[in-house]
């Protein structure tokens, strides 16, 4: 039953995402940044880890997780090292995905030409 929760949620993520995307002038990019961003204050008021608790994976795999991170992280930094941490902290958790991002992106750059 934790399969069809996960593969549900991440379909309303999607369809949400879709849903945005034919309604508005919205582009892709700001529908990321709008589910980072929702992602992160599902985290500041400790919502999101109760639904990674009761979903499961599929909480932890869509671009929202990604807000939920940045803000974990920053709240550890800060009481690990102070006003410092806050900024270390998210720099030093999330760095990992940023680099393969931009790894990923560099050699789909090299094989794939852009079309016109």
Known sequence: MNIFYSFMAVGIICMIASLIYDTTKLTPGHI???????????????????????????????????????VNAAYEGYHANGFYGLF?????????????????????????????
């Open 32 to 70: 990321t940044s709008l589910f980072v961003v929702v992602g992160a204050f599902l985290a500041i008021f400790d919502f999101y880890d109760i639904l990674i608790e009761n979903i499961g994976a599929g909480m932890s795999l869509p671009i929202t997780s990604f807000g939920n991170s940045l």
């Open 88 to 116: 270390n902290g998210m720099y030093n958790t999330t760095s990992a995905g940023i680099s393969g991002a931009i790894i990923c992106g560099f050699f789909v750059t090299l094989f794939f030409k852009p079309k016109d």
